[in-house]
């Protein structure tokens, strides 16, 4: 009996021993394969010496990272936001190979940032990863801007940063400082340059020079001038740079200039003094009597070959023809133009003389070929029955040259009540076609200066006031790579 007992639990252990030898060959064999393929992933074992933070010593808010891999791959980076995951940064570089310089941007001040590398091959699979820890300094007190976020209702994947161009800083939509530029205090920085990755200059007054500087703050380089010049500068398609320059003395402004990008001279002139009239009244807030025009800002137009410059002294927007400087139109105000001007004065369908355009800045061609600009709106009052400037706004006109009439066909910032009597700009954001509006101040009030991202439903994705103990000219939105 007992060895009958004994065979029927030795046929039980046999039948269990046989199920679960057929269940490792079938469960565990997929539950191995995929903790291998999550764990794949290897070190890059990057030594804390391979990391040079401020690698120029003029951005104190970026890194350098070189090292080599065994494989080939690809770098792709990500710094651990502090405001979860629409906050961090990710750039994949279009690099291949195995020695790698990778920049590591947007970092935050007084912080052990965590920034993960990534070796990625041409299926896009991570083979090797490694968090590296880059604890930066303390920002100094002129960086240390304070930012009040009023609205954020920007998508997680938008990861650009509003660029002041007078402080050289530039904070996320959180309201955090992720960049400055602490190099020769006598730089603005302007804009991208046209290939997104640099950053446009323009460094001293009279003498003054173009410069081309990298986000990790290396000076690129140079073409230096002996013009003066302080408010605008492009880059033209060519890569040659148009300035906005002064040819007599302070405030004249009222010259473009053309620097070829090889020879580092100027090759072409607009002089506006032969242009338009200079003994035309200009507005009542000119400082120096030669600063008739003050142009404060360029436009290349490339369908038309043209030049279209913003003179705030005369209320007047101007396009002219590169190759003949001879004038296609005049957008602004109609008082006080002598005869030979008034053919080219585009006139109003659908709005008075004081919706025109007042104390103007930074006017710009849109993808529809409507022109865009910051209206100021000073000295609306020369126009009877209107007593004072009561608001800025930002105006699209629509423009037909044929007939040389002009209609307002979009504005924003009338219903606001905001008046900045000085300073202003407005972005068109090719990505996402926002606009971006900064209603800045030589003398900040309770509402400026105000930066504002609308789409184009009108909808306010991001409001923020910045930093109001500072005079500010205008913000830029900039992604990092």
């Known amino acids: 009996m007992y060895l009958k007992l004994l065979a029927f639990y030795i046929s039980i252990l046999l039948v269990n021993v046989e199920l679960f030898a057929e269940s490792t060959t079938y469960y565990p064999k997929k539950r191995k394969e995929y903790f291998i393929k999550k764990s794949k992933a290897k070190t890059l074992n990057i030594p804390q010496d391979s990391v040079h933070l401020n690698p120029y010593g003029t951005a104190p808010l970026t890194a350098l990272v070189r090292f080599q891999t065994k494989k080939k791959g690809y770098i792709k980076i ?16 279009d690099k291949y190979g195995t020695r790698h310089e990778v920049p590591i941007l947007g970092l935050y001040p007084d912080y052990e940032n965590q920034v993960e590398l990534m070796l990625v091959n041409k299926k896009g699979k991570i083979k090797a990863r490694q968090t590296l820890n880059i604890k930066t300094d303390t920002l100094p007190k002129e960086y240390n801007k304070p930012v009040e976020i ?77 013009l003066a010049g302080r408010h605008d500068v492009r880059e033209l398609p060519s890569g040659n740079f148009i300035v906005a320059a002064s040819k007599k003395g302070p405030g004249t402004e009222d010259m473009v200039i053309e620097i070829d990008k090889n020879t580092k001279k100027i090759i072409n002139t607009w002089d506006f003094t032969t242009i338009l009239d200079t003994t035309r009244k200009h507005n009542y807030g000119a400082k120096q009597k030669n600063d008739w025009l003050h142009m404060n800002c360029i436009f290349y137009d490339e369908k038309d070959e043209a030049l279209i410059i913003s003179g705030r002294h005369q209320n007047a927007v101007v396009k002219i023809n590169i190759k003949t400087n001879k004038i296609k139109w005049i957008l602004g105000p109609h008082y006080n133009w002598k005869p030979k001007f008034r053919k080219y004065l585009l006139k109003p369908t659908n709005f008075k003389q004081s919706e025109f355009n007042w104390g103007q800045h930074s006017p710009l061609v849109l993808p529809n070929s409507n022109i865009l600009l910051f209206n100021n709106g000073n000295f609306r009052s020369i126009e009877k029955g209107v007593t004072s400037p009561t608001y800025s706004n930002v105006v699209e006109y629509k423009i037909d040259e044929e007939k040389m009439t ?47 991202e609308i789409n184009s439903k009108n909808e306010v994705l991001f409001e923020a006031i910045f930093d109001r103990d500072v005079k500010h000219y205008r913000i830029e939105k900039v992604n990092f790579y």
């Open 78 to 93: 990500r710094v651990v936001g502090q405001d979860g995951e629409a906050s961090d940064i990710t750039h994949q570089f």
């Open 150 to 226: 009023i609205i954020n209702k920007l998508p997680k994947e938008d990861k650009g940063v509003y660029l002041d161009i007078t402080s050289r800083v530039a904070f996320d939509k959180f309201g955090k400082i992720r960049w400055y530029y602490k190099g020769t205090k006598k730089t603005q920085v302007f804009r991208k340059t046209l290939d997104r990755k640099n950053l446009l200059c323009l460094r001293g007054y009279r003498p003054a020079k173009v410069s081309i500087i990298s986000l990790l703050g290396e000076l690129l380089e140079s073409y230096p001038y002996k």
């Open 406 to 452: 002009v209609e307002l066909v979009w504005q924003y910032g009338k219903e606001r009540g905001i008046f900045t009597k000085a300073r202003g700009d407005v972005d068109y954001l090719e990505a996402s076609g926002n606009r971006l509006i900064s209603f800045m101040s030589t003398s900040p009030t309770k509402s400026t200066p105000l930066i504002i």
